[in-house]
């Protein structure tokens, strides 16, 4: 017999369940949207270190991909 979790994990596997609910990517999005900027500032002010604004860039696009990729179709 299969668990909850076991049921939730097949769904998401299948694309019948976002593994990020539509309030966990708009937190994403909102803290993505707020950080950037600050990271660019920060980056072109020499106060933050190239290779820190490179991996923020990384991890942004990272989370953005899959933020996305969760989307569940009657969400579009």
């Known amino acids: 017999m299969k668990t909850a979790q076991d049921k939730y994990w097949d769904n998401v596997t299948k694309g019948k369940q976002s593994m ?4 966990v990517r708009s937190g994403l999005y ?7 900027p600050v990271v660019a500032y920060l980056g072109t002010e020499g106060k933050l270190d190239q290779f820190w604004v490179g991996l923020f860039s990384v991890v942004v696009t ?4 899959l933020a996305f990729s969760k989307v569940t179709p009657d969400e579009l």
């Open 30 to 36: 909102a803290f993505i949207a707020i950080a950037s």
């Open 20 to 23: 990020l609910n539509s309030k």
């Open 62 to 65: 990272a989370v953005s991909a």
